[in-house]
Structures are given as structure tokens and as C-alpha cells.
């Protein structure tokens, strides 16, 4: 299902929301550093009750870039925790677990809240097994989506990383699958 983009400057921006969702698409992607703008702040409220009143999910970037200075906050968990209260109907998917390289803030800030679906892109591998099974559990198995991030990683090793998390059979499948099927609607 693929969830295209708006530029949060875009002078049209609502219409553009309303054009995806009359098309059928069921979210977006929003990359805080690439786009420039920072989760939580007020120039996005007008994108993101755009999104809510069309019942559009939001799928963010989370966590650090490989392409921008390790301190650079713009996408952090902190700040996705500081915007959801103003948004209760927003659905947000935050990749990399909630934040690539920033696992602990994402265990404090978003583990268990509610609207917020976890993607594993590109995390999974890198914050091992151990950790990965205790987010997965923590913030609800039913609140957690498989995720590639490729080309940086292809969808058989992410696939053969999650097997071997040791995750119980119903659980992986719902990683795998049935919980995005469910987030989608399909």
C-alpha cells in the first residue's frame, strides 16, 4: 500500500490531503529532515487536522538520518509524544521503532500510547533481539509493523532477522501482516 508525500510548505497543502484521500490512498509519508520541519511544531497542525478530519494515517521518519548531524532532534520521539495530544484522532505509524538510533527516548516517550504503530525498518538488526522482542511486547504486538527501509536493507533479511527474534508463531504473523492488514482497513 503505498502512502505518497505532500511538502508541509506546500501552499495547498490540505488539497493536496484531500486529492490522496479521494484517491484511495490511506496515509502519508513525512520525512522531517528531507522536507524540513520538525514534528511537533505549530506550521504542521494545519497538515496534520488535514489528515485526521480525512482519516489519513501518518507515517513518519523517527530517529536519527544517516544524512544529518546525530543531534538533529527534528524527527524525534519526543517531539512525535509532544504533538499527539493535540491530534487524538491522528494515526501515526513511527518508523524505526520509534526512533533509528534513539531507542531509548522511544522506549520513554512512546512505548504503549495509543495511535501509534511501530515500524521495524532498518532497527531491528541494529538494536538486537533481546530489545527488539521487549519493545514489541511493550508497546502492544498489535501495534507493530514490518518494515524494510530497502534498499539499505532487503525485505529477506529483514524477514529472516524478525523469524529469528523468537517471537511466537501468532505474533510474528501479526508483525508481519495482520496488524498492518488491520491498520489499513483491508
Known amino acids: 500500500e503505498p502512502f505518497p508525500s505532500v511538502h508541509p510548505d506546500a501552499p495547498s497543502s490540505e488539497q493536496w490531503i484531500d486529492r490522496i484521500a479521494a484517491g484511495g490512498f490511506r496515509g502519508i509519508k513525512l520525512h522531517p529532515m528531507y522536507q524540513s520541519f520538525a514534528i511537533d511544531e505549530p506550521r504542521m497542525d494545519r497538515l496534520y487536522a488535514a489528515c485526521q478530519d480525512a482519516g489519513l494515517i501518518i507515517a513518519f521518519h523517527c530517529g536519527q538520518d544517516i544524512g ?3 543531534d538533529d532532534d527534528r524527527a524525534s520521539a519526543a517531539r512525535v509524544a509532544s504533538m499527539l495530544p493535540r491530534w487524538p484522532g491522528l494515526r501515526v505509524i513511527c518508523s524505526h521503532m520509534g526512533g533509528w538510533r534513539e531507542w531509548d527516548a522511544a522506549e ?7 495511535n501509534v504503530w511501530l515500524d521495524t525498518s532498518f532497527s531491528l538488526e541494529d538494536m538486537g533481539a533481546e530489545r527488539a522482542v521487549k ?3 511493550r508497546h502492544g504486538i498489535d501495534r507493530v509493523i514490518f518494515g524494510t ?3 539499505w536493507r532487503s ?4 524477514l529472516a532477522f524478525l523469524h529469528g527474534l523468537g517471537l ?3 505474533e510474528e504473523q501479526a508483525v508481519r501482516g495482520s496488524n498492518a492488514a ?5
Do not use: H, K
Open 68 to 70: 544529518y548531524p546525530p
Open 108 to 114: 520513554a516517550c512512546l512505548m504503549g500510547t495509543p
Open 135 to 137: 519493545m514489541v511486547r
Open 149 to 151: 527501509d530497502w534498499p
Open 155 to 158: 525485505q529477506d533479511e529483514s
Open 168 to 170: 511466537s508463531d501468532a
Open 182 to 186: 488491520a491498520l489499513l482497513g483491508l
